[in-house]
Every structure is written in C-alpha cells, then in structure tokens.
C-alpha cells in the first residue's frame, strides 16, 4: 500500500526584490512544488481595489488561502508560497500560522525560507526585466521604488536571526549568491526533493 501523501508548504518570506519569486521559480522546477508568488494575487485585484483597501485584503487572503487549500488537498507535492512578512506585526505572523495549519491538518509540512540582501542589491533586483515581466504594477519604476524605501522604514523585513535555531526554518544572505546556489541549499535543509543533485 504506498504511503500517504504528505504535501509541503514552503514560505519564501523577505523584503520586495529581494529574489523571492526567482528562488521559488527555482525551487519548484527542481521538485516538482508549484509556485504561488505574492504578485500573482496582488495583481489580480489592484485593478480593482487600492491596495490596503478591506476589499483587497479581503480577496487578497481568500485567493491565496483557497489555492493552499486545494493544493494541499490535491495529488501535488506542495506549493511555495512568497511573502513579504511585517516581523513587527503579529497579524503577518498569524496569517502564515493560518496558512500553514492548512498543511499541518493534512499531516503535511510547512517550512520557512528568509531571504535577506543589502538594500543597493534589492534596489538593482527592483528593476530587472524579469521581476518587471511578471509583475506589473512594478512597472512605474519610480513609484516602485518609493515603495519599497518606504517599506523599509516603515516595518522590520528581516528577522534579524530570531528563528536561526528553529529546524523548519532557514535565514539565507542572499546579495551575492545565485538563485541556483539559494534554491539548492534550501531543498537540501527541508528535504523538498532528490533533484537537488542534479543541480
């Protein structure tokens, strides 16, 4: 009798251009795990409702949490799901714990990959032309960037080490690595895959 399917969740979290759609893209074509970045429902209801808005961030949360849930409860191996986390504020962190506990009621996985780069690094990343073709709304490089320097300053984007020792949680500098060499170090420490070797 094969053994039950056990589908994995795989939070890509860390400030905007800091490479999470790239190492998630990565990641998923070596496993096999789909990838759901945060634009792809960002940008879905922009067009509709300002971002901030209780419309939005009611769509936002209820796209993203009915995808993990058929995902989860599907013949897919997982997802990898990125995220720009608020370490300051405890509703990000409740909402991950929501998505998570998805996976977890299905006897599943959820891991935590955090990516961190220097500030010049994410500024560069800000305008290359694939974070610009697959996100839109980062188009208007000016405002763009405005965002994400206000970002910055407005909310702790890195945990600054606070979950280093946790087993289901991984915290990679990635200013001067590639997205190949991030994604195999990941796969590697949460087991997401025997593709890793062929990396």
Do not use: C, W
């Not at 922009?46 to 993990?68: K, M, N, Q």
């Amino acid at each position: 009798m094969p053994a039950a399917k056990t589908p994995t969740l795989l939070f890509v979290i860390g400030p905007p251009a800091v490479g999470k759609m790239t190492v998630g893209a990565e990641i998923a074509r070596r496993t096999g795990l789909r990838l759901l970045h945060n634009h792809q429902t960002v940008d879905l209801v922009l067009p509709y409702f300002a971002f901030g808005s209780p419309a939005y961030s009611r769509l936002v949360g209820e796209f993203r949490r009915r995808i993990l849930e058929e995902v989860a409860a599907s013949d897919l191996p997982g997802i990898v799901f990125t995220f720009v986390q608020a370490f300051d504020l405890a509703s990000d962190a409740a909402s991950l714990e929501r998505l998570a506990k998805i996976f977890d009621d299905r006897g599943g996985s959820a891991f935590y990959l955090e990516l961190q780069a220097t500030r010049e690094e994410r500024l560069r990343r800000n305008e290359t032309t694939e974070r610009l073709a697959a996100k839109p709304f980062k188009r208007d490089l000016a405002k763009s960037r405005e965002q994400l320097l206000e970002l910055d300053e407005k909310y702790q984007l890195n945990s600054r080490g606070e979950f280093d020792a946790r087993p289901d949680y991984l915290r990679i500098d990635t200013t001067n690595m590639s997205p190949q060499a991030v994604a195999a170090i990941a796969i590697e420490r949460f087991g997401l895959g025997n593709s890793a070797a062929s990396a």
